[in-house]
């Protein structure tokens, strides 16, 4: 029988398990010549990438305090079913939340930028981001002032419901339902009836 080993990110790269030599990697040979005779720094062309040497660092710093926190863990991700996956994602983003403010870290700085890059496929709440920022951008100073402390500390939950009436419901039942006049909550005066959540 075979073993499965089980690696986080970090112990991965420590083991050095996806290296272009290492054991049971077929390397085509083409390849592996080419990677042995690169004509620059790996690590230069990192610090390129991450805008310099101290971005570099700081970006491993949030990646090693994110892969050291087991709330990240990554073990069974892809044994899980959509609602788990989900609902560990919802999981994930509030405790994200809770450790950038824990951690000190400023809002739009580095460092969350480094944790949301990190984690991109395993958080929820995208849309709360769009919600913020609407608020911010729109919103009164009373709204801003109101809404926006809330919504940081994961109080409210901004999302939005527009797919709701073309997956969620099946309209054609609703409109022969509407048709019979059967259906409770057709307001025939005003030539409208209203919709309520089928989970409810």
Not at 52 to 80: H, I, W
Not at 88 to 102: E, G, M, Y
Not at 136 to 142: F, I, K
């Amino acid at each position: 029988a075979s073993k499965v080993l089980k690696y986080s990110k970090m112990e991965a790269k420590k083991a050095n398990i996806f290296s272009p030599n290492s054991p049971g990697q077929n390397v085509n040979p083409d390849l592996d010549i080419e990677r042995k005779n690169i004509s620059f720094s790996i690590e230069h062309l990192t610090n390129i990438l991450d805008g310099g040497a101290n971005n570099t660092k700081l970006r491993r710093e949030v990646e090693a305090e994110l892969e050291a926190d087991p709330e990240f863990s990554q073990e069974n991700r892809y044994f899980q079913s959509q609602n788990e996956r989900y609902e560990s994602a919802v999981r994930k983003t509030v405790h994200l939340f809770q450790k950038i403010a824990k951690m000190g870290w400023i809002e739009d700085g580095p460092e969350q930028n480094y944790c949301f890059k990190f984690l991109t496929d395993d958080l929820a709440f995208s849309i709360h981001l769009v919600f913020m920022n609407s608020i911010l951008a729109l919103g009164s100073d009373e709204q801003i002032n109101k809404w926006i402390p809330l919504a940081k500390k994961i109080f409210i939950i901004g999302t939005y419901a527009q797919t709701e009436l073309g997956h969620g419901l099946l309209l054609v039942l609703l409109n022969n339902k509407r048709q019979e006049k059967s259906l409770h909550f057709v307001a025939s005066s005003v030539k409208c009836f209203f919709l309520f959540s089928h989970t409810q």
